[in-house]
C-alpha cells in the first residue's frame, strides 16, 4: 500500500503503458500546484566524492546562470481566467451558491536556468503556465523582461527568452546518465523569494517515477536530499564540477515544506525537450504529441526485481509483454505475449521511460527489439 505523500509541485515530471492505437495510459498520480519555478553538456565526473570536499567552486560557477522568475498574470488573462470559472460553475455545487470572488491578477515566482549566451532560460512548466508577463533577476541584480518560447507540460519544461541583446553567463550541461547514487550535488534556486540560495545533498535515486499527474507524461526524476522548498522550482541541480545535472522541480510532502525528498528532470531529457522547443520542432503546449507516436500494438509492465525473483525469471530486467494485439505490427513481427524485451536500439529496457524515451528519441523507420523468450534471446524488427 502506498503511503499518502503529497507531490507539491515546486515544480514536477511503472506500472503499464498501453501502447494500442494511438492511446497511451499511465496512472495518473494526485498532485497539488504550490508555486511557479525554471537549463550547456560536460561529461560528469567520474571521480570519487568525500562528504569533506570543497563545493565552492561548483557553487561559485552554477550561481551566475540561475535567476528569478517573476511570473504575473495580466489584469485582462485574470478576468479571462475569472470568466471562465464562472462559466464552469456548475461542476462545483459549492461555487453555485458562494460565488467565489474576483481576486486579481495571480503572482508568482521561481527559478530558472540560463542555458545560451543570448538569454533563453529554462524553468518549470508550472511555473510560468497560468502567467503572460515574466520578470528574470540575475544573480547580479540586472533585472530583465522575457517572453515565452515554448512549454512541454508533460515533462514539466518550458523556455523562456530574456528580452535583451546583452551577453549572458549560460550553465554547462552534466551528463545525466552518468550519475551515481550516492554522489554529491548542489541545488541552487530562489527558495521562499531568497535569491542565489545553495544547499547540498547526495542523489537518492534514479529513474523515480509517478510524480507528474498527466496521462502522457515522461517521467524519470533523480532523487535528492538536498534541501529544495517552494520557489525553487526551475532551478539547478548540479554535480561537484558546477555543471548542470537536473531541473530542481517536486518534492514530497504533506505541507509544501521540505520533509526530506526532492526530485529532478534529468539533465539529458531537459536538453532534448528544450532543444526541439527553441529549433521549433515542438508544438507550443507539448513535445509529447500522442498522435504522433508510432503504433506498436502491446501493452508492457516493468518486471521488478521481486517479480524477476518469484518467477525465477532469466533476466535481470526488461518490460514484458502483457498483451499483444493481432495483426499488429509487434504481432506481425514475430513477438509473443509473455516475451521480455530486454533492449531496443541497443538501448537497455528496465524501465517504462526507457522505451517511451528511446521510441521518442528515434529518427529510424525501424525499432530493433532484443526480447527473451523462455530463456532464448531473440531479435526482431518493427517498422514504424
Sequence with gaps: MKNIVGFIIAGVLGGIIVLAGNQWLAKPVP??????????????????????????????????????????ESERKAKERYI????????????????????????????????????YVVTNDHVIEFADKFEITLNNNQTFEANVVGRDPDVDLAVLKIDSDDTFEPIEFG?????????????????????????????????????????????????????????????????????????????ASPDGIYAGYAFAIPSNITRQVVDDIIQGKA???????????PYIGF??????????????????????????????????AGLQKGDIIIAVNSREMARMNDFLRELDNTQDATLDFIVNRKGKILKCEIAV
Design 84 to 119: 471562465e470559472r464562472r462559466q464552469n460553475r456548475y461542476n462545483d455545487p459549492f461555487r453555485f451558491f458562494f460565488s467565489e470572488p474576483y481576486r486579481g491578477p495571480k503572482v508568482g515566482f521561481g527559478s530558472g536556468v540560463i542555458i545560451s549566451e543570448d538569454g
Design 299 to 332: 501493452e508492457l509492465e516493468e518486471l521488478t526485481q521481486e517479480v524477476i525473483r518469484y518467477y525465477n525469471l532469466p533476466v535481470k530486467h526488461g518490460l514484458i509483454i502483457s498483451q499483444l494485439d493481432e495483426g499488429s505490427p509487434a504481432a506481425k
Design 175 to 251: 551528463n545525466s546518465d552518468h550519475v551515481r547514487i550516492g554522489e554529491w550535488v548542489l541545488a541552487v534556486g530562489n527558495p521562499f523569494d531568497l535569491a542565489s540560495t545553495v544547499t547540498a545533498g547526495i542523489i537518492s535515486a534514479k529513474g523515480r517515477g509517478n510524480i507528474i499527474n498527466r496521462e502522457n507524461a515522461i517521467e524519470d526524476f533523480i532523487q535528492t536530499d538536498a534541501v529544495v522548498n517552494k520557489g525553487n522550482s526551475g532551478g539547478a541541480l548540479v554535480n561537484t564540477e558546477g555543471d548542470l545535472i537536473g531541473i530542481n522541480s517536486a518534492i
Design 31 to 72: 498532485t497539488k500546484t504550490e508555486y511557479i519555478s525554471p537549463i550547456k553538456t560536460v561529461p560528469a565526473s567520474s571521480r570519487e566524492i568525500l562528504p569533506s570536499q570543497d563545493l565552492t567552486i561548483a557553487a561559485e560557477k552554477a550561481m551566475p546562470s540561475v535567476v528569478h522568475i517573476k511570473a504575473a
Design 283 to 293: 508544438p507550443k503546449v507539448s513535445t509529447r504529441d500522442m498522435s504522433t507516436r
